[in-house]
């Protein structure tokens, strides 16, 4: 069975960095792409960038670039991000999910909710 | 960026037929092949893969659930609807980079 577990919710300070977790199980992490969405508060979907599980390779959302970094421990088959100098448009549910193919998204991580507040 | 666009919401009576719409900005396909893709999330959780590559069903997902379209214009249609399918739909293109999302449509209960 796939299972994507992300960490638990944070709380962050203004300015500040978090490193988001997404461990996976039941398939072959190498093999596959892993995205990060962030979704605020009653609003859409966004994509963040995916990476690949087997080189590390990435392609990141303009909107995005700067923000975050997407990084992978294949030994772990953990995919991590880096969201950076937080303010309070980073306040939201971030989710990881894997691609298949076609690179739609087939399972999701449960999310996890970061907050920027002082 | 391929812009999606759905409307925010529908109301629908149970045992009815509901089509909600997506329209894209450019044309999704690519050799006969639609790179969009539909989804459903309830509230508190994450979005739910419903139909993949504009028409083929998700592993466990009802048959009630079908999904249509090519080029720029595609439908998820739920028929009949049951009271677990209230919840939000967005469509999804993976033809290009960013993947983007439609902005959701709110399934509502008349």
């Known amino acids: 069975e796939v299972q994507l577990q992300q960490s638990g919710a944070e709380l962050v300070k203004p300015g500040a960095s978090v490193k988001l977790s997404c461990k996976t199980s039941g398939y072959t992490f190498s093999n596959y792409y892993m995205s990060w969405l962030k979704q605020m508060p009653g609003q859409n979907i966004e994509w963040i960038g995916d990476?690949?599980?087997?080189?590390?390779?990435?392609a990141y959302n303009q909107k995005f670039k700067g923000k975050a970094t997407l990084t992978v421990d294949k030994s772990s088959s953990t995919a991590y991000m880096d969201l950076s100098s937080l303010t309070s448009e980073d306040s939201a549910v971030y989710f990881c999910s894997r691609e298949d193919n076609n690179y739609y998204f087939d399972y999701w991580g449960q999310g996890v909710m970061v907050t920027v507040s002082s | 960026d391929i812009v999606l666009t759905q409307s925010p919401a529908l109301a629908v009576s149970l045992k009815q037929r509901a089509t909600i719409s997506c329209k894209t900005s450019?044309?999704?396909?690519?050799?006969?092949?639609?790179?969009m893709h539909w989804y459903q999330q309830k509230p508190g959780q994450q979005p739910k893969l419903l139909i993949y590559?504009?028409?083929n069903l998700a592993s466990g997902i009802p048959a009630r659930f079908s999904g249509s379209g090519s080029g720029t214009d595609f439908t998820l249609t739920i028929d009949p609807v049951e009271a677990d399918d209230i919840a939000t739909y967005y469509c999804q293109q993976s033809k290009d980079y960013p993947r983007t999302f439609g902005g959701g449509t709110k399934l509502e209960l008349k």
């Open positions: 590559e504009g028409s």
């Open positions: 990476i690949y599980g087997g080189n590390g390779g990435t």
């Open positions: 450019q044309n999704v396909d690519i050799f006969g092949i639609s790179y």
